[in-house]
Structure formats: structure tokens, C-alpha cells
């Protein structure tokens, strides 16, 4: 899939790139690269249709994912973000478990 179709289906599902990276706990860029480098991986891409598929049919997949103990009800809020980038960098500063 390139990169405009998966961006289609984020914006079916409401979702930007950084809230599509943030509820992936990955960094945005990691998500943003594959602009210039198709395709998109198919992790990214199998998701991001089926979130766009639950969009069309009226589905909420935040509802959805609660259900199961995710919680993405914060997905899209900059403090959610913030924290999930503040805990990646912690976890790259920390020295490695033996």
C-alpha cells in the first residue's frame, strides 16, 4: 500500500499520523518515513484499514479496544503524546536489563 492510500484510511478512522504513532507507542517519524520509502509496512496498512473500516460501518474502535484493556481513549490528546514520548526517551536512557 503507498503512502496516500494509508494516509486515507488514518483520515477514515479520524486519526493523524502522530495519534496513529502514539497509539502504537512508536515514535511519529517511524510512522512518516514511509512517505519516501514505499510502501507502508503491512502491520501499518492492515491497520490502518481496519480502523477505517470500523469508521465506515459506525463502529468506534476506541470503544472497542477498551473492551480488551487498551485504552486509547486518549489517542489524539498532546499530553497523551507528550507522556508516551517522555517514556520512550526514559526507556532508551535506561541501561539495558541483564
Known sequence: ??????????????????????????KPSSVSNYSARPPVPIKYALLAVLLGDMADRGIDFRGVLSR?????????????NVSQLDAFRAKRRSPPAK
Open 1 to 26: 500500500m503507498d503512502y496516500t492510500e494509508f494516509r486515507r484510511h488514518l483520515g477514515k478512522a479520524g486519526l493523524t499520523i502522530n495519534e496513529f504513532a502514539a497509539l502504537l507507542a512508536v
Open 68 to 80: 480488551y484493556g487498551i485504552d486509547a481513549t486518549s489517542v489524539g490528546s498532546k499530553q497523551k
